[in-house]
């Protein structure tokens, strides 16, 4: 049940209207995931809705975690799911879903990021990369350890694009729980 109960897009304001704009940066470098038969997020969207100024800052910021970012797609997309597993968003986890099987990430490997870094078949970055994300989860730091081998791959802007989408997403898992956000229509279809 909503706590925080969403507006529909005919109740959106222009301010809201406006704030949609920031989550598709100028400078983005990834493609838009397709819309056809993809989540919506009518229900997270309508909850920022109720508070277009906030919704104005934080789309800023996830815009460019969702397409400004240096991390591949299939990277960012392994990092917010191991964020909802860890936190238990359902919705973050059904919406990413969608869009991690857009990037290639098989059903097997979505089974394989909810059990973690120390699940068998994740190559030696992949598995350091769910590590740094366990890591911060818990500790709020990526250790040592974990971040020179991360460094063997990643550089300066993709290591900082790491931690900020790890942030980004723990702090929407955190909305989406205590709001209450419930799955979209779309995502409660495709149980069916």
Known sequence: MARI??????EWSDEMR????ALRPADATLPAPRREGRPKGLNALGT???YPRLAQAF???NGHVLFATSLSERQRELVVLRVASLRGSEYEWRQHAVLAG???????E????AEGPGAPGWSAFERALLSAVDELVRDAMVSDATWDELADTLDTHQLMDLVFTVGAYDLLAMAFRSFGV?????????DR
């Open 5 to 10: 109960e969403p507006l529909a897009p005919r």
């Open 182 to 190: 419930a799955l979209d229509a779309d995502l409660e279809e495709q």
């Open 59 to 61: 789309l800023t910021f």
């Open 110 to 113: 979505l089974v394989r990021v």
């Open 18 to 21: 406006a704030a949609l704009a």
């Open 102 to 108: 857009d990037v290639g990430i098989e059903a097997a």
């Open 48 to 50: 920022f809705a109720r």
